[in-house]
């Protein structure tokens, strides 16, 4: 599907989020890349052509979320997809996480979620059309022993994005949840137990293209080799 506007890739490092930048933008759509630190994400996007863009953004800050889909929408064209890619992975049992760890975990993985979400409708709405996409992992379904923070916050991301395919869905907007069920390898490199993220990509890209009269709300996905 030709691109028309922008895609944001919120949370993109190296692997899978490189590859969704580089993929939006071989479909005709500028893309802008946030993350935390300016000088990687800007080094990122820039390896992965003049269509890519690099910005600094703390997930966490409704403030900053807010202002990097402004520019996006402005500087880039309308926001045609956005993509929450965050997530912090602390292992730990309950005796071994502080407070502030879950804490951490939490709003990087959850409540920077929401901001991602709720920036990215507030521009699709007036509109009637859009597509919201969360990585979601195995996590988002149990919660295995020593990954209580990682599990809570995957477990609250993924009822962020049903409930906001609810709302959003009879306004034309498109949520959906990926669950990657398995290790994320290099791309084009990757082992038969792990993910390319390259065929992640064409996963996510897919959904955005989904016609309206099937879209999925969330799929899972997984290398031939993985174990379920």
């Known amino acids: 599907m030709a691109g028309v506007g922008s895609v944001v890739v919120a949370g993109a490092g190296p692997k899978l989020g490189l590859a969704l930048a580089k993929r939006f933008a071989a479909d005709g759509y500028r893309v802008l890349m946030l993350a935390r630190r300016a000088q990687q994400i800007e080094a990122l996007a820039a390896s992965a052509g003049p269509q890519v863009f690099g910005r600094a953004c703390d997930l966490t800050d409704a403030h900053a979320v807010d202002a ?15 993509v929450f890619n965050a997530s912090a992975r602390r292992p730990g049992g309950i005796l071994e996480l502080s407070a502030s760890d879950f ?6 993985g959850c409540l920077a979620g929401f901001h991602v979400g709720q920036a990215a409708a507030r521009l699709m709405a007036p509109r009637g059309a859009g597509t919201i996409l969360f990585t979601g ?16 916050q995957k477990f609250g991301l993924r009822a962020v994005a049903q409930s906001m395919a609810r709302d959003l869905g ?3 907007i498109h949520v959906a949840h990926i669950v990657i069920d398995g290790g994320i390898g290099n791309a084009g490199a990757a082992t038969e137990t792990q993910l390319d993220p390259i065929d992640i990509a064409d996963v996510y890209a897919g959904l955005h293209a989904q016609p309206r009269s099937a879209w999925a709300q969330e799929i899972d996905v997984r290398p031939f080799g993985e174990r379920f």
């Not at 990097?68 to 956005?82: R, S």
């Not at 992992?137 to 809570?152: D, I, P, V, W």
């Open 103 to 108: 804490e951490q975990g939490w709003r990087v």
């Open 170 to 172: 009879p306004q034309g």
């Open 68 to 82: 990097a889909f402004a520019h996006a929408e402005t500087e880039l064209g309308p926001v045609a997809c956005a």
């Open 137 to 152: 992992a195995t996590a988002s379904l149990k919660g295995n022993a020593k990954s209580t923070a990682f599990a809570a």
